[in-house]
């Protein structure tokens, strides 16, 4: 077998649900491993949702994937679960801690089965520790790490970020766990548990402010777009004539540049506004004088101005905007399949870029329900078509609609 990808030849067996599992899936299956995502007869979480057609975030992160429906709560499911398991490298779950033992699969009967399994597992706040039964989405995870307190303006509530960062967080460190236990696997014979709890991958995402904490400064709540510390200005979005931009001087350079473009060269001489921290003292004034600035002029303008002197800068851009921006098409990060339910569907290629294997490719589409169940269940277990048709009759697997 001609090896291009670094995963080719092994497969995974995919439990995840909703966002954390199935994205850790999808980077292992750009990584070229066979992923048969696992899923009971009502089909996982996020494809619930929407019964007409596949909602986008499960096409979105199930491409290269293959369906197979099993009823793990039945024996004959869970038979043909452990056969599967015989046969895989790895297998993905972020159900609560506890499910899996519980459905009588839990990692110390899977590792008995087959010792060279890596079992990737990820729950909301880990396998111990008295947060463990907690009930765990990304809403609660980001309250509990500290992300919710950190988010919003100085004088509202504490804001849960837009985006489900615990879940893709976790996601990502559970990749990152799986691929490690790999190697150690080349190196042993043997595989191994990996466990990422979403509540400690969200926690060191507020490193600014835990900064101040263990610098015993004083720790602000909440700064809008703000620095987290408020350790420098200007470090904030300004409104423009057209929307928004992210503006942020990194550099003593930036602010000479950025004093030149707002005829305000006389802050130069002024001693108050002639360091990091002293700026940072009269953060407001400076806000206001870039606002003031900002408000007459196109993003176009002020991003052209700026970049021009080469001061971090950038447009607040919308969903929208992202998923037809210039450069992800122009590097090929989107791309456009012909999905058997939703037609036409603009998905995203992986974020990690191995240069040796070539460009991650979508081979296949994200699946429908059990698409794939009989061709799996008769390619790798080797069941006729009697057997397969008696499984559906016995609701262990469900016909493809």
Sequence with gaps: MTIRRPLDGMLVLDLGQIYNGPYCGL?????GARVLKIEPPEGDVVRRRK????????????SNKESVVLD???????????????????????????????LGIGYEVLSKLNPRLVYGGSSGFGLDGPYRDLPAMDVTVQAMSGITNATGDADGPPTKAGAAVCDFLAGIHLCAGILGALVQRERTGQGQ???????????????????????????PDRTGNRHP??????????????????????????????CGM???KDLLADPEYATIPGRARHMAEIDDMVGAWTAGRTKEEILNALNDAHIPCAPVKTAREVAYDPHLEARGFWVDVEHPRRGKTRVPISAIRLHAGGKSEIRSP????????????GELLGLKAEEL?????????????
């Excluded at 019964?51 to 199930?62: A, F, I, Q, S, T």
């Excluded at 048709?389 to 469900?398: A, F, S, Y």
């Design 72 to 102: 793990l709560k039945q024996p004959r499911g869970k038979e043909i679960f452990l056969e599967l398991v015989a046969k895989a490298d790895v297998l993905i779950e972020n159900f609560a801690a506890g499910v899996m033992d519980r």
């Design 193 to 219: 548990r990996v466990e990422v709890a979403m509540h400690e991958a969200g926690a060191v995402s507020i490193a600014s402010a835990l900064g101040a904490v263990m610098d015993g400064d004083k720790v």
């Design 229 to 258: 510390a408020l350790a420098i200005a200007p470090y904030n979005t300004y409104r423009c004539r057209d929307g928004y931009v992210a503006i942020f001087t990194s550099a003593e350079r930036h602010w000479v540049s950025l």
């Design 262 to 264: 707002m005829n305000r």
């Design 389 to 401: 048709t008696q499984l559906r009759t016995d609701k262990v697997t469900k016909p493809v609609t």
């Design 27 to 31: 980077q292992l299956a750009f990584m």
């Design 51 to 62: 019964r007409e057609v596949e909602p986008y975030p499960l096409v979105m992160l199930n």
């Design 366 to 377: 994200a699946p429908t329900l059990g698409q794939h169940t009989d061709a799996v269940l």
